[in-house]
């Protein structure tokens, strides 16, 4: 029992410490990104190309004062970076890396994202309420309605995937785009899973909850040192969260581009070689949400929710209705 409980102690090690990693280069990754699309240098000053500097960042904030509203509430202002941080890391434990790199192999895993990431509203939600500050409310309620708005459509899209595959389960619907990944018959769909992602980790061209011009920072414009790092890393956890999820849902997961060609016989083996190609089209997601950082200007408010309620759920509910009549046309339900 006791060795069980530590085996099952260190694979979540191995899952979160990787994680943080990738949360902290993420940051470096984005400032090199933006530096090279705007002709300027990125970070390059701490470690060899600025390697050093996330970590620099991290003890930055770590060593710094933190401060606490005298108007706040303060148990509830300390509570929701940590709430929102951890619960931004539970979406890890569905996600198969590779055929058999997973914590859990759960058969409604699909069910257990959507739940997961509607939870995130409660950290912000708490975190604007308890700092006493209107900038930060505001900054809260509108993170909360956008995030609400576009689960609804995410969730008719992942019905239609269900439709498709006849599962919940993470692994057998990456296993169900061997002959084709979903991303081919459903590309409509991918781009609207894509966009609503985007608004869901409250992402650039929607980051409203966080407009600079109007709310100085949003939720958090209270927070500083721990509490402004941990919001920090629950959000770039988050993108890499729905980056995986897309990934799984519409690029094949760990499967690879090569499968089934001779020539590349080697390196289709998933058993192997699957945390690595799952690992790539991460990267090309992460590149996809700075690139449109860089390229796009942000939303107003009202066009945000309109985009939401008026094109992106009539079209996934629209398609959501045809697929299950093209499917029960040709006896193909499963």
């Known amino acids: ?14 899952i979160i410490v990787p994680l943080l990693l990738a949360v ?20 390059n000053v701490i470690g060899v190309f600025g390697l050093l500097q996330p970590l620099s960042d991290g003890l930055k904030l770590l060593v710094k004062e933190v401060v606490i509203p005298s108007s706040s509430n303060k148990i509830i202002f300390v509570f929701s970076p940590a709430l929102t941080f951890f619960i931004s890391l539970l979406g890890w434990a569905v996600i198969p890396f590779s055929k058999y790199a997973l914590l859990a192999d759960i058969n409604f895993g699909v069910l257990y994202i959507l739940a997961i990431s509607s939870l995130g509203v409660y950290g912000i939600i708490m975190s604007g309420w308890s700092s006493n500050s209107k ?16 689960e609804v459509s995410i969730g008719f899209i992942l019905a239609i995937l269900l439709l498709s595959c006849g599962t919940l389960n993470l692994s057998e619907m990456i296993e169900a785009q061997q002959n084709a990944w979903f991303i081919i018959p459903y590309f409509p769909l991918a781009l609207l899973f894509f966009i609503s992602a985007l608004a869901e980790t409250n992402r650039h061209p929607f980051d409203l909850p966080e407009a600079e011009a109007e709310l100085v920072s949003g939720y958090n414009v209270e927070y500083s040192a721990v509490g402004f790092a941990l919001f920090s890393l629950g959000e770039y956890a988050n993108m890499l969260l729905m980056s995986s999820c897309t990934v799984i849902f519409f690029l094949g997961g760990w499967l690879s581009p090569f499968e ?48 939401g309620w008026k094109v992106f759920l009539p079209l996934s509910l629209f398609y959501l209705l045809v697929v299950f009549f093209i499917l029960l046309s040709t006896n193909s339900l499963p």
């Open 135 to 150: 900038y930060a409310f505001l900054g809260a309620l509108r993170s909360t309605a956008q995030m609400v708005s576009y």
């Open 260 to 307: 089934g060609l001779d020539a590349f016989s080697l390196i289709s083996i998933t058993e192997f070689f699957g945390a690595f190609w799952f690992s790539v089209k991460i990267i090309f997601m992460v590149i996809l949400y700075v690139w449109i950082r860089a390229a796009l200007p942000r939303y107003r408010y009202d066009q945000l929710m309109g985009l």
């Open 24 to 43: 902290a280069y993420f940051t470096l990754a984005e400032r090199k990104i933006l530096g090279a699309i705007q002709r300027r240098r990125g970070p």
């Open 1 to 14: 029992m006791i060795l069980h409980i530590i085996y099952i102690l260190l694979k979540i090690l191995c």
